[in-house]
């Protein structure tokens, strides 16, 4: 009987190291991907002016203080708002955009691996401006999706792999601020139209693993996004898609969830600009996790962060640059306030995303 005992309990004993190495090694099987996001840089003159060093731009100090948040992360995206054509045009602002290239290169240094660039300034300099600002993302080897040279970059899908993962991505805006499309050139700016995003989203989705779909639309200076961003973000999700990156109300608007891989960011607000309106002056930085594990076919969207994100500069400061909002105090900044309210508003559609002062 005692032998019995001794050989029931060490089998048992056995059984549960098994389990747990079983439980370990399954854990260790998932597949997951970390993605961070910013919004707008919009690189006003004030913006340009301070990147002036009396030689060349060099915007890079401006992301100094956020830089090791935007770096760590598997992916990281920007909606570059203006396009990057100032060889051609020289250094132009508000409201016909075109900035000195050397933002991008200020965007790759703090960890940006992709950026947006059809907005409604795709075209504030016609073709030649589009693809002037093309050719400097490709001559950095930046990523960018949204505003094509031809029907073949356009045909390109955008796909980084990451941790056995394949992330994909869209891009799509309202409109160009009037500017015409040339009718042979039609790929220079992606429109909303939602037979294509629906086609080009279930594409996408049948080629990666997490398909991303950045969509510049909504009312300017709104909180709270419109019946339209949401009907946009209802398309892409029946078309497979899982996350929803918004961009154009310039201040930030709720996120949403999805059981149980999608979600959405109604609006990313600015990033780097030189607005002069508080709301303007608030962002952040967006993390979402996706996650697969084995045996599913599918993701899960594990969590979403936000680090919000102060912009000083004009009219208060000749210097600009962005830094955590927890760390604005010495731009007097009552950091305490801004984060109870943007609690309640960015969780008024979900509690699935927490607001934190730093992200790791």
Same mark, same amino acid.
């Given at each position: 009987m005692k032998l019995m005992k001794k050989t029931t309990s060490t089998l048992f004993c056995a059984l549960i190291l098994m389990s747990s190495f079983l439980t370990i090694n399954a854990q260790d099987d998932v597949q997951r991907v970390t993605i961070r996001s910013v919004g707008d840089i919009l690189v006003h003159d004030t913006v340009f002016n301070d990147a002036w060093n009396g030689e060349a731009y060099d915007f890079t100090k401006q992301f100094e203080a956020v830089k090791p948040y935007m770096e760590n992360a598997d992916i990281t995206t920007a909606n570059l708002e203006v396009i990057a054509a100032g060889e051609l045009t020289g250094p132009l602002t508000y409201p016909s955009f075109s900035s000195p290239p050397e933002i991008i290169d200020a965007l790759k240094d703090a960890g940006v691996d992709i950026v947006t660039n059809a907005t409604n300034h795709t075209l504030d300099h016609g073709a030649a401006g589009a693809h002037e600002s093309i050719d400097q993302l490709q001559a950095r080897d930046m990523m960018y999706v949204g505003s094509y040279e031809s029907w073949d970059d356009y045909n390109d899908l955008r796909i980084i792999e990451k941790n056995g993962l394949k992330v994909g991505f869209l891009s799509y805006s309202y409109g160009a601020n009037?500017? !015409? =499309? !040339?009718? $042979?050139? !039609?790929? @220079? @700016?992606? @429109? =909303? $139209? !939602?037979? @294509?995003?629906?086609?080009e989203t279930e594409l996408l989705a049948s080629q990666t693993d997490v398909a991303v779909v950045n969509v510049h639309v909504g009312e300017e200076y709104e909180l709270y996004p419109n019946e339209y961003q949401r009907e946009i973000v209802n398309i892409i999700r029946d078309a497979g898609a899982n996350m929803y990156l918004g961009g154009h109300p310039h201040v930030l608007q709720p996120l949403d969830y999805f059981s149980p891989g999608q979600g959405a960011i109604y609006s990313h607000g600015n990033f780097l600009h030189g607005q002069a309106q508080l709301e303007t002056k608030i962002s952040g930085i967006f993390e979402y996790t996706f996650a697969k594990h084995p045996g599913s076919d599918d993701v899960v969207l594990e969590k979403m962060r936000m680090m919000p994100t102060y912009t000083y500069g004009y009219p208060e400061h000749v210097e600009h640059g962005v830094v955590p909002l927890a760390d604005a105090g010495e731009y007097g900044i009552d950091s305490d306030s801004i984060f109870a309210e943007l609690r309640e508003r960015l969780t008024y559609y979900t509690n699935h995303v927490e607001i934190v002062e730093y992200l790791d």
């Amino acid at each position: 009987m005692k032998l019995m005992k001794k050989t029931t309990s060490t089998l048992f004993c056995a059984l549960i190291l098994m389990s747990s190495f079983l439980t370990i090694n399954a854990q260790d099987d998932v597949q997951r991907v970390t993605i961070r996001s910013v919004g707008d840089i919009l690189v006003h003159d004030t913006v340009f002016n301070d990147a002036w060093n009396g030689e060349a731009y060099d915007f890079t100090k401006q992301f100094e203080a956020v830089k090791p948040y935007m770096e760590n992360a598997d992916i990281t995206t920007a909606n570059l708002e203006v396009i990057a054509a100032g060889e051609l045009t020289g250094p132009l602002t508000y409201p016909s955009f075109s900035s000195p290239p050397e933002i991008i290169d200020a965007l790759k240094d703090a960890g940006v691996d992709i950026v947006t660039n059809a907005t409604n300034h795709t075209l504030d300099h016609g073709a030649a401006g589009a693809h002037e600002s093309i050719d400097q993302l490709q001559a950095r080897d930046m990523m960018y999706v949204g505003s094509y040279e031809s029907w073949d970059d356009y045909n390109d899908l955008r796909i980084i792999e990451k941790n056995g993962l394949k992330v994909g991505f869209l891009s799509y805006s309202y409109g160009a601020n009037g500017n !015409p =499309i !040339p009718s $042979d050139e !039609p790929y @220079l @700016l992606t @429109l =909303i $139209d !939602p037979e @294509l995003i629906r086609l080009e989203t279930e594409l996408l989705a049948s080629q990666t693993d997490v398909a991303v779909v950045n969509v510049h639309v909504g009312e300017e200076y709104e909180l709270y996004p419109n019946e339209y961003q949401r009907e946009i973000v209802n398309i892409i999700r029946d078309a497979g898609a899982n996350m929803y990156l918004g961009g154009h109300p310039h201040v930030l608007q709720p996120l949403d969830y999805f059981s149980p891989g999608q979600g959405a960011i109604y609006s990313h607000g600015n990033f780097l600009h030189g607005q002069a309106q508080l709301e303007t002056k608030i962002s952040g930085i967006f993390e979402y996790t996706f996650a697969k594990h084995p045996g599913s076919d599918d993701v899960v969207l594990e969590k979403m962060r936000m680090m919000p994100t102060y912009t000083y500069g004009y009219p208060e400061h000749v210097e600009h640059g962005v830094v955590p909002l927890a760390d604005a105090g010495e731009y007097g900044i009552d950091s305490d306030s801004i984060f109870a309210e943007l609690r309640e508003r960015l969780t008024y559609y979900t509690n699935h995303v927490e607001i934190v002062e730093y992200l790791d």
